[in-house]
């Protein structure tokens, strides 16, 4: 591991070189659970307070699959089996319209309401989304290993079509932390696709 480095590319893994914070624990719990079941993308704010930036955030945006009333049962129940509970409902029944209505879900521990997993479902018709969730750039913190967005697209979505100052501040703190790996041509070529974005 370089001296001083924030990061090392292995096989094509960001490997973030610091110790597990909380909010990794609570997000590394659920994408445990996540993961068995469905693919799923781990979008914004969560991609630069991995990366190092220090900001705090009370909702982890996760891109998830409009997946059938089966898939997300079992999910449902082995979340609520590991201690975690739904913003909008307490049945799997009961919250799967949300999904059909590409409606956003939140996920907190149980008796807690921060920090929580907002779930975003998407389909081939979010163009910019849909693009993502299929390119997936594997990050790693000491054991645990998760998807985001490729740093092009993810710095360009949060300058383009986010464009917050929180947003932006995130977009500069990934120009600068990856600046060594960063692609021009990934830049000039994921443009036009955060663009067709409607957000």
Known sequence: MPMGKAYSLEKD????????????????????????HIAYLIVSGFVSIAAGRSRGTEDVDVLIPAVDSATFTLL?????????????????????PYIQE????RF??????????ECIPITSEKKAQYFEFRH?????????????????????????????EKDLADA???????SDILKRERFKEFEPVVRSHGH
Not at 14 to 23: A, F, K, S, Y
């Open 172 to 178: 500069k703190h990934l120009r600068t932390v990856f």
């Open 136 to 164: 997936p750039q594997k990050m790693r913190i000491k054991d645990f290993e998760f998807n985001i967005p490729p740093l092009e697209f993810e710095i360009l979505y949060k300058e383009i079509i986010l464009g917050g």
């Open 13 to 36: 893994v960001l490997v973030i070189h610091r110790e597990l914070t909380q909010l990794d624990l609570f997000v590394r719990d659920f994408v445990e659970v996540l993961r068995k």
């Open 108 to 117: 907190a521990r149980a008796n807690q309401v921060f920090p929580n997993v």
């Open 76 to 96: 449902f129940e082995e979340l609520s089996g590991r201690g975690f509970w739904c913003y909008q409902g307490d049945t799997a029944k009961g919250v799967y």
């Open 102 to 105: 590409f409606a956003h879900i």
